[in-house]
């Protein structure tokens, strides 16, 4: 196993429509780049209560708001979105906290583990219309992720355990003057010192592949870059993945990677998953 030489810790929140709009970047991060890159997730509380929070950039005070820039996000994106989530939550007081507390939960068993449920969250949430931030839904979310002992998990948010760690995640965040998501930072931590990469750099929000490439590069100039490796092997790697997803990793347009899961959907060998916008694809 190859030792990662970047460290991208990476500041988001399960309910982030702008981060599930990241989601294709990051995939095609991983699978470019492999064991070379190592990331990390600082969950940053994107709402504390409905009632007191207010977004400038996008006039936004209120969930009923919230539907129509979460179909925006879709639709300059690609990737589904179901937007009726956020009109189905009428509590004033609507906050992502306890939806990042659970991943910290499931982080406390380790990254893979945590990871996979945070993934597993942002589905819920963006494409089918739960409310993650209900115990009996982030509860019955983390029983579907393996490796995962939902009794400790339990335990971990019974005894305020997950709370001090989301609470670690905020200070984090402030230290690093974080308030918008997605924020990336790249960090070098090879082994071998390097002129220019004593200082890590921040990215702020939506950003293309190429721009996270150049930071990359800037970083590492001689980090391998593989290429995707068949479509088999990364669905079994990385779980469902939409259209959008996929025609990231293989740099080929939307509607071509969907003619060609719709092909192998026709040879039996993947499974279409239909949402609100789009769909995943699962290897058979």
């Given at each position: 196993?190859?030792?990662?030489?970047?460290?991208?810790?990476?500041?988001?929140?399960?309910?982030?429509?702008?981060?599930?709009?990241?989601?294709?970047?990051?995939?095609?991060?991983?699978?470019?780049?492999?064991?070379?890159?190592?990331?990390?997730?600082?969950?940053?509380?994107?709402?504390?209560?409905?009632?007191?929070?207010?977004?400038?950039?996008?006039?936004?005070?209120?969930?009923?708001?919230?539907a129509?820039?979460?179909?925006?996000?879709?639709?300059?994106?690609?990737?589904?979105?179901d937007?009726?989530?956020?009109?189905?939550?009428?509590?004033?007081?609507?906050?992502?906290?306890?939806?990042?507390?659970?991943?910290?939960?499931?982080?406390?068993?380790?990254?893979?583990?945590?990871?996979?449920?945070?993934?597993?969250?942002?589905?819920?949430?963006?494409?089918?219309?739960?409310?993650?931030?209900?115990?009996?839904?982030?509860?019955?979310?983390?029983?579907?992720?393996?490796?995962?002992?939902?009794?400790?998990?339990?335990?971990?948010?019974?005894?305020?355990?997950?709370?001090?760690?989301?609470?670690?995640?905020?200070?984090?965040?402030?230290?690093?003057?974080?308030?918008?998501?997605?924020?990336?930072?790249?960090?070098?931590?090879?082994?071998?010192?390097?002129?220019?990469?004593?200082?890590?750099?921040?990215?702020?929000?939506?950003?293309?592949?190429?721009?996270?490439?150049?930071?990359?590069?800037?970083?590492?100039?001689?980090?391998?870059?593989?290429?995707?490796?068949?479509?088999?092997?990364?669905?079994?790697?990385?779980?469902?993945?939409?259209?959008?997803?996929?025609?990231?990793?293989?740099?080929?347009?939307?509607?071509?990677?969907?003619?060609?899961?719709?092909?192998?959907?026709?040879?039996?060998?993947?499974e279409?998953?239909?949402?609100?916008?789009?769909?995943?694809?699962?290897?058979?």
């Amino acid at each position: 196993m190859t030792m990662p030489k970047i460290e991208i810790t990476y500041f988001t929140d399960p309910y982030c429509s702008w981060c599930w709009a990241t989601e294709p970047m990051l995939y095609r991060i991983r699978e470019t780049h492999r064991d070379q890159v190592h990331v990390r997730y600082v969950m940053g509380g994107l709402v504390r209560d409905m009632a007191d929070f207010y977004d400038s950039l996008n006039d936004i005070r209120t969930t009923a708001e919230v539907a129509p820039h979460w179909r925006m996000v879709s639709e300059r994106s690609g990737q589904p979105i179901d937007e009726r989530l956020m009109d189905d939550i009428t509590d004033p007081h609507f906050s992502t906290w306890p939806a990042c507390i659970a991943v910290k939960a499931a982080q406390l068993q380790g990254e893979t583990v945590g990871e996979a449920y945070l993934r597993r969250m942002r589905r819920a949430a963006l494409t089918e219309r739960k409310v993650i931030s209900n115990p009996p839904v982030y509860e019955a979310l983390a029983r579907e992720i393996p490796g995962l002992d939902p009794n400790r998990f339990h335990a971990d948010l019974a005894d305020g355990s997950a709370r001090r760690a989301f609470e670690a995640d905020l200070a984090e965040c402030r230290r690093f003057g974080v308030t918008g998501f997605p924020t990336l930072l790249f960090h070098y931590i090879g082994q071998v010192a390097l002129p220019g990469t004593e200082r890590p750099i921040l990215v702020v929000g939506h950003r293309s592949f190429a721009t996270y490439r150049q930071v990359l590069q800037r970083l590492m100039p001689g980090l391998v870059e593989h290429p995707p490796r068949d479509i088999a092997t990364v669905l079994a790697e990385y779980g469902p993945l939409t259209t959008r997803e996929l025609a990231e990793v293989y740099d080929r347009p939307v509607t071509v990677m969907r003619d060609e899961m719709e092909t192998l959907q026709a040879a039996g060998q993947v499974e279409r998953l239909s949402v609100r916008g789009g769909e995943f694809w699962l290897w058979r």
